[in-house]
């Protein structure tokens, strides 16, 4: 087992930097000039000579191959760099959104946990009742909804209704936790809704696979009672699955939030992204996407071992 | 030759399809009639829609819906209506060609893929397994920026970032056919590999190819509007449902709530039709597979 | 400050109307309620974008003037209740020799940075010294407006001397450009770059701190060398890009006053929600839409088709019916209406694309399309910037208008980094381009239009050397009312005769404010606030 863990853990490197190659080369295709970006686009005149004098102090001049070797060589010494745009150490741009980011993702998870393996279970038991139907129009309308659009009604609900809008500035949770959560439940609710739908259907689905198995029916057959048998053996084994997709959708969470952001001006890592694009702030992105890989194979790491660890029937060498 | 060789690996039931699908997956077959009504309405816009939806008229702004306007105009003093109607034609233009070339590019990987093995195939399933590590919208936000912004971008932005899903998912159900022993038993009788790849392998990942393809159809119209939203995606004045609810919509939220409310019920409306569809259609034709 | 213009049906609910217009005719009447300025109390502001980094000298945002303009001060300034009037700043006053040559200045006594130690001319010699001369890897962004100045002297610790090459009308008023802070001559010689990441000036406000994202916050400089000020104890500023939530911030109280500028929408929710709560201060804005277009493509290389081009627009109607929903306002030539270089309506409607018959003037454009044999229904690309408010809605006008003349365009929206690079690249057939600047000033307004090989904004791609050699002349000339009169001729041969470049409208600037915000003035320029100096906060 260890060694499992150790050659999966290792192996996670190998892909993160095949990852930064990619990202690499893909950012410098993009079209557009940072330089340009910030001088000039603000629609007062600027000589040549100074685009150019700041494209060197930037080290844009620099042949492709040797700023992709500065910027591993600062990687191995986990220094990703300073963003182009700010002169701010990538890294500490990415902390101070980071916590934004990743307490949105806990508190949508939550929500969707919350909702959906009671629903997807209740589901399951009730196959083919009315209330089956209902969960399942629920949770695919959840698919349907644009989490976006949601927060624009959202926002109209309590502007209309209340005369209230959220807090628009983040306070820490620890510092003021009325404000950080007056904040955050808007937009945790309407990214909750659509990842509840996705949870609430792979809970339902595994629970039904579960319940046609042998086991299940054996209990059945002794005689135990409903709540017994799902509660205490079905459920606990359909939940794997289930807690796969929870972790996957929480990967993509913490960058993926780009457009729900921008509806409720929330200063996230989804947020950053946009901006950093839209700047040709190559060393920003670079970092972003690094992150948002690394969170993607670190869950999915997580999530194997897990595996491994409960379902016996995985072998691993 | 092997020509007359005509095993299939499962039989496939063929019931009279259509009664059947509609009387097992009711919920379905209205959504695929829901589609099919949409399909025709964007297709008829045209003689369908009340104005044109590009018509500019300073007198009529931010008309509440009404006689007149049924849905109100926009900022413009644009049919909200008629702007929704030609919408559903971005929409559906971009959703089907998007995940029809997302879907198809990926399946053809992923089968050539499976087929040939060896360093090809590894290579291919690292960059997949790295492609899919990044959500569908910063995939698709970055190839924007990349290859630029409107419509045919748009599509090949969108496309470009299913094929790695499509990839794995086609692949995954090409390697389980690889290793049977009537392919073994064509390849000792000398077909060559095209041959094998289209007459045993395709055959076997049209389901997994059809049900990713119907479900990549409602991806492909939250995408469009998300990029449409954040002005990366179909560019003013061409009617689009994402770029309906981007700007003014949102600024003007509270004064004219029909500018946000329509284009993205209408979204949510197909999206959920799509959905729908798709997941009887995955109960239908391959229910061991999730997407 | 403009009046309302009624154009047309009004749209809006006749109650709103009503409430603005009482507004805005309260504010023309007296513009703030006579009351003794109370010291105290945090001014909460929004910026809607963040500072790159915090060197004035090497920027050219206002996002970065808006959190950190407080923290500095200029060696003159707009005094902007009385604008473009040009006030003392550190400076106490100064004298320009009978040659225009040599500016002398006074510098006031007692004034300190934020660490303690006194501000003295050498501070002053060795900012400008970098504006004017940076050394090395030191980047000054309006060092070429500067090309005028020969030399800086500091003979005496309470006196700057400036020498110039040429007398140079527009000089005193660069010198307040709002970029011109005043840096402390002991850093900028042991770091010359320290000013892009830290704070010290002698300003009204020290600095607090920085969030990114987030916010920047500054508190009251007690040893501010103006005595009583400034009257507020701090500021914050947020930084909040999403318009809605601008919007938002100001309507929920979470900020009082955003300084660049919202449209007649923004205003009219803001002004609906809040009543009498807010004041609305409204004005002309330094920054204008243009059309230009590429010379080296067909038929864009024929006068004849750019003419026909512009007089196909309705700039007095769009400007109705633009103004409602849009930052877009006034009909302008190459200067702001209303400045004291502005061409009257009375001759602009001679220009092409001016007139009041709009139906004339499509007939005409359809004659001149027919003699440069451009058929009915050709097509061309309209290059656009992404950006909403307000380009997005001047190129479905523009594609609109030129409808009407039986052109088919399209509109090509690209994110700004590719539209600039297409732009500067000749990659384009016709784009919309802007400029926004600080002031007034015909050799900022016209540099855009001279030749391509001597103006980096000019996107055309022509050369016209009567343009330049009239440029340079207006330059020099000291005389106020030659100085006038060649740059109307300036603007006859750009817009009219040859349609280099071709204007849309110029902005309209709507800032909605709490009316508890006092000591502030709305200027033409967005650059030109705010210093926070004569801020304060009623009860």
Partial sequence: ?317 | MAASITITPRAQPRPRWLGWFIRRYPLGAVAGLAILTMGIAAASATWLAPYDPLAIDFLAMFSRPGPGHWLGTDAFGRDVLSRMIFGAQTALLVGFFASLAGATLGGVIGVVSAYFGSTGDLVIQRLADILISFPLIILAMAIVAILGTGTVNLIAAIALSFVPRAEIIVRASALGIRQTPYLEAARALGAGHWRIIFRHMVPNVVAPYLVILTAFLGQAILLEASLSFLGLGVAEPTPAWGLMLSGAAVDFVQRAPWMAIFPGLAISFMVLAFNMLGDALRDALDPKLRT | MSTRRSGGRTVRSAGLAFLVGILVIGLLASPIPAQAPKPGGTLTYVVSAEPPSFDAHRETTFAMLHPIRPHYNLLVKFDMPNYPKVVGDLAENWTISQDGLTYTFRMRRGVQFHDGSPLTSRDVKASYDKIIFPKGDVVSVRQATYEMVEKIEAPNPTTVVFRLKWPSPSFLANLASPFNWIYKADILEKEPRWYERNVMGTGPFKFVEYVRGSHWAGVRNENYFVSGRPYLDGYRALFIRAVAAQVAAVRSGQALIEFRGFTPAQRDDIVKALGDKVVVQEGGWLCNLLVVFNVNRTPFSDARFRRALTLAIDRWGGSRALSQITLLGPVGGVMRPGSEFATPDSELVRLAGYGRDIGAARAEAKKLLTEARVPEGFEFTLKNRNIPMPYEPAGVFLIDQWRQIGLRVSHVVQETGPYLADLRGGNYEAGIDFSCDFMDEPDVQLHKFISADRSPANYGGYTDRVLDRLFTEQSRTRDPEKRLQLIRQFEKRVLDEKAYQIYVLWWHRIIPHWTKLRGWKMGPAHHLDPDLQDVWIAD
């Fill in chain 1, 1 to 317: 087992m260890t060694r499992y863990i150790a050659k999966r853990f290792l192996l996670m490197f190998p892909t993160l930097v095949a990852v930064a190659v990619l990202i690499f080369v893909l950012v410098r295709v993009v079209p557009g000039d940072i330089v340009e970006l910030r001088l000039v686009s603000g629609g007062m005149f600027v000589t040549k000579e100074v685009v150019e004098k700041e494209r060197i102090r930037l080290g844009l001049n620099k042949p492709i191959w040797q700023q992709f070797v500065d910027w591993m060589v600062g990687m191995v010494r986990l220094d990703l760099g300073t963003s182009m745009w700010t002169g701010a150490p990538v890294s500490q741009e990415i902390a101070i959104r980071l916590q934004l980011s990743l307490q949105l993702a806990f508190m949508a998870t939550l929500i969707a946990v919350v909702l959906a393996v009671p629903l997807g279970a209740l589901a399951a038991i009730r196959r083919g009742t009315w209330i089956d139907y209902a969960v399942q129009v629920f949770s695919v309308a959840g698919l349907a909804v644009p989490s976006f659009w949601l927060g624009i009604l959202l926002i109209l609900f309590l502007l209309t209704y209340f005369q209230w809008l959220p807090p628009l500035t983040f306070t820490s949770l620890w510092k003021d936790p009325r404000a950080n959560l007056l904040q955050l439940i808007w937009p945790a609710l309407a990214v909750g809704y659509r990842y509840s739908a996705v949870a609430t259907r792979m809970t339902r689905s595994a629970l039904l696979e579960v319940l046609r198995e042998d086991y299940i029916r054996t209990a059945w057959s002794k005689g135990l009672a409903e709540r017994v048998i799902v509660r205490r053996h079905a459920l606990r084994n359909a939940l794997l699955p289930v807690v796969a997709v929870i972790g996957l959708e929480f990967a993509f969470l913490i960058g993926g939030l780009v457009v729900t952001e921008q509806v409720f001006n929330l200063n996230g890592i989804g947020k950053l992204f946009v901006e950093a694009i839209s700047r040709r702030d190559y060393t920003l992105i670079q970092g972003l996407m690094l992150l948002v890989a690394f969170a993607y194979v670190a869950v999915n790491l997580v999530i194997d071992l897990l595996y491994a660890w409960l379902d016996p029937r995985i072998t691993y060498g």
